[in-house]
Structures are given as structure tokens and as C-alpha cells.
């Protein structure tokens, strides 16, 4: 019987083996990164998320500021209007601006603290 004319294509055993392992460690070593990079993507959307609620609170505390600054001139012009001369004008203003640098001088400081939390909740690790 002659021999098969394609046998001298065959594929030793030995090679064989040896492309079966590295496609295994390539998929192996796949998978692996895979899983990192599912992990790296799981921290950052644990950490956008954080952000997104601390930049929430912050716009929310934003809003509420600058009612209360707005309800506080409309006030203030309102009493101005009611004024007889310029002392009391006078009195009345500088009742404003000193409630008024009060208040903005502790919604810079909330701010400033809610701005801290959000940078230092974003860099914590998520479990």
C-alpha cells in the first residue's frame, strides 16, 4: 500500500501539544485581562458615581443659596422702599451686607467642604 501523500503535512504530536498549551495560556492569559479591566471599569463607575452624587448635592446646595441670596435682596429692597431718609438707608444697608457676608462666607465654606468630600470620595477604592 503506498503511502498517504498528505502524511508528510501531518502535524507532529509533540507540536501539536505544544500550540494546544500556548493557545490555553493565551485564553487563560485573556481572561485574565478581561477580569482586570472589569474591575478597573467597576472602581470607575463606582467613583462616577460617587462624583455624580457629591456634584448633585453640590448644584442642589447651589440652588438653595442663591434663593435664599435672592429672597434675602428682594427683602432688603423691599424695607428700602419703606425707608423715611437716609440713615435709616443707610442703617438698613449695612444690616445687609453684614447678614449678607455672613451667609456667603458660610456657603463658600459648605461649599468648599462638599467640594473636598467629592474629591476625596472619588479617589477612594471601591470595594
Given at each position: 500500500?503506498a503511502k498517504?501523500?498528505?502524511?508528510q503535512?501531518?502535524?507532529?504530536?509533540?507540536?501539536?501539544?505544544?500550540a494546544?498549551?500556548s493557545?490555553?495560556?493565551?485564553?487563560?492569559?485573556?481572561?485574565?485581562f478581561?477580569?482586570?479591566?472589569?474591575?478597573?471599569?467597576?472602581q470607575?463607575?463606582?467613583?462616577?458615581?460617587?462624583?455624580?452624587s457629591?456634584?448633585?448635592?453640590?448644584a442642589?446646595?447651589?440652588?438653595?443659596?442663591?434663593?435664599?441670596n435672592?429672597?434675602a435682596?428682594?427683602d432688603?429692597?423691599?424695607?428700602l422702599?419703606?425707608?423715611?431718609?437716609?440713615?435709616?438707608?443707610?442703617?438698613?444697608?449695612?444690616?445687609?451686607?453684614?447678614?449678607?457676608?455672613?451667609?456667603?462666607?458660610?456657603?463658600a465654606?459648605?461649599?468648599?467642604?462638599?467640594?473636598?468630600k467629592?474629591?476625596?470620595?472619588?479617589?477612594?477604592?471601591r470595594?
Amino acid at each position: 500500500m503506498a503511502k498517504d501523500p498528505l502524511e508528510q503535512f501531518a502535524i507532529p504530536n509533540e507540536l501539536r501539544s505544544f500550540a494546544e498549551q500556548s493557545v490555553a495560556q493565551a485564553r487563560k492569559a485573556f481572561d485574565g485581562f478581561i477580569e482586570a479591566a472589569n474591575q478597573a471599569v467597576g472602581q470607575m463607575h463606582g467613583q462616577a458615581q460617587a462624583a455624580h452624587s457629591s456634584a448633585s448635592e453640590i448644584a442642589q446646595k447651589s440652588i438653595e443659596y442663591a434663593q435664599n441670596n435672592a429672597t434675602a435682596t428682594f427683602d432688603f429692597a423691599q424695607k428700602l422702599m419703606g425707608a423715611k431718609d437716609a440713615a435709616e438707608v443707610m442703617g438698613l444697608q449695612s444690616e445687609f451686607l453684614g447678614r449678607q457676608m455672613q451667609a456667603l462666607s458660610a456657603q463658600a465654606r459648605e461649599l468648599g467642604q462638599s467640594a473636598a468630600k467629592m474629591v476625596i470620595d472619588s479617589v477612594k477604592p471601591r470595594p
